[in-house]
C-alpha cells in the first residue's frame, strides 16, 4: 500500500495558493472591509445599528490579520500536485531526449517512448507517470528556468515511487541539480543529484545522494556519494532536498522520509547532516524524472507531488517533515 497524501500541517498551506502574495492578502482584506461597509451602509438606512454583524465583521477582520503572519511565511516557487489534478507542465519545461542520446525533435511533443504526464500510478493513486522506452536517455521536467539565484536556500520536496524497470543501468538519475552555466558546465555538470547505483545483488537497487562542492574540480563527473538508501520498486518515498547557493558558505541536506539525514563527506569522513561546500557553479537548476543509461529496459516512475520554496515548512507537506 502507498502512503497517502499527507494532511496538511504546516502554517499558511491550507489557503492551497501556489504563491500567497502580498496582493492576495490585499484582496482577503478588501473582502473583510466590504463586509464591515455592507454592514454599515445596512445600517444607516435601516437606522439600527446591528450590533452582531459589526461584532462578526470585527472578527473576521482579526482573524485574518492573525492568519496574515503565517501566509507570508509561505513562499513557494513551484508546487506539483497530482491529487489536486495538476497537469505536469506545472512544473515548468519539458525535457526529452531520443533513442540512444539523440536530440528530440524540435516542436515535437511527447509520444509513447518518452511522456511525463499527470494519469495514475500502477495502484491507481493520481500521480505523473514518467517513462522512457529502452535507449531512451531522458523524460524529465526542468524546474525554476531562469529563476534561480547564488545566496540563496532553495528547500524542493520529492514525493515519487519507481517501476520496476527503474535501475540503475536504464535511468540512473531521478533529480538532478543542474549547471546551465556554459562557462563552468564542463568541470561541474550536476552539482548534486539523487542517482541509482548497483546494490551487491542484481535485483537490489540503491539509490545515492551525490554532490560535487567544488565547482572547479576538473572532472566532468566527479560527484561524491554522500548518502545511500536501498530502495523498493513500487514504494513511495519523500525527498526534501535544501540546497544553500551561496559560493562561500554554501551546503546541502536531505530529508527522507521526513528525518534529516546524516551524510558522509566522501574527503574527510566526518558525519554532518549538512555537507558544505559551492553548489552554484553559476545558473543551476533542478530537474525531476528520468535521465541516463540507454540499456535495454524501459522505465517509469511516478511523482505524487513535488514543491520547491524557500522555507522548511514550504516542503513539510510534500516531503513529509513534521514542523
Ligand atoms: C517518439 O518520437 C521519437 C523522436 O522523434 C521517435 O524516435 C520515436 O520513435 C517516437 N515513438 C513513437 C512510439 O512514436
Ligand atoms: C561535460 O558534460 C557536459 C554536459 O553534459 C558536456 O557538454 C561536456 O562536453 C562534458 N565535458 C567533457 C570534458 O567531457
Redesign the pocket.
Known sequence: MLPRQRAVRYPGSFLHSREITTSGHFEILQIAVSCIRINLIKGSQTRSTSPTQSFLAMRVLSFLALLLPFASEAKLLLSYDAAAGDAASVLGRQDLEGWGGTKWPSGQGQNASAFFTTAKDPNGVPAAHVHKDAHFARSEYHMLVGQTAASQTYYIGYHVSFGAGADYESCPIVFQWKNYNSDT??TD?IPALLVFRQGSTADQYIIDFAAEADPTADQ?ISQKTLWTKELTHGTAYRFGIVINTSPTAGYVQLYFNGRLSTMISPSTGEHTTKYAGNFWPGETEPKVGLYGGQATNACDSYVYGVAIGTTLADIADVAGIST
Open positions: 558546465v564542463d555538470n566532468n
